[in-house]
């Protein structure tokens, strides 16, 4: 069975600092695409960042625009878990933060929430201003 649980959210300052995981479980993504979504109250879910695998040890890391600059993405395959940087952040950041991972090894990471077949329960991240 295959599981992500993310962890790592909390509740920070504006400008402020936090670090997600998201621990794999139950197969290895190593050369699979994996991202980061959020999901604000009352809004859809959408794209933050993610990493392609491109070969040997190289990844290919893409980013929302919103973010761009202040969070970073990485993996380290020898405990199966990407994780997400995330510094300078807005009061606008807040929401549940999901991990996200592509079933078919070798496919180039989307934006599309349909290319991910396997999803965290989520975690909380809020930034007062």
């Known amino acids: 069975q295959v599981q992500l649980v993310e962890s790592g959210g909390g509740l920070v300052q504006a400008g402020g600092s936090l670090r997600l995981s998201c621990a794999a479980s139950?197969?290895?993504?190593?050369?699979?695409?994996m991202g980061w979504f959020r999901q604000a109250a009352g809004k859809e879910r959408e794209f933050v960042a993610a990493?392609?695998?491109?070969?040997?040890?190289?990844?290919?890391?893409d980013y929302a625009e919103s973010v761009n600059g202040r969070f970073t993405i990485s993996r380290d395959n020898a405990k199966n878990a990407v994780y997400l940087q995330m510094n300078r952040l807005k009061p606008e950041d807040t929401a549940i933060y999901y991990c996200?991972?592509?079933?078919?090894?070798?496919?180039?990471?989307?934006?599309?929430?349909?290319?991910?077949?396997?999803w965290g329960q989520g975690t909380q991240v809020t930034v007062s201003s």
């Open positions: 996200a991972a592509d079933a078919i090894p070798g496919r180039q990471a989307t934006k599309a929430l349909t290319s991910y077949d396997y």
């Open positions: 139950g197969r290895t993504f190593s050369s699979s695409a």
């Open positions: 990493t392609t695998w491109s070969g040997g040890r190289s990844y290919y890391a």
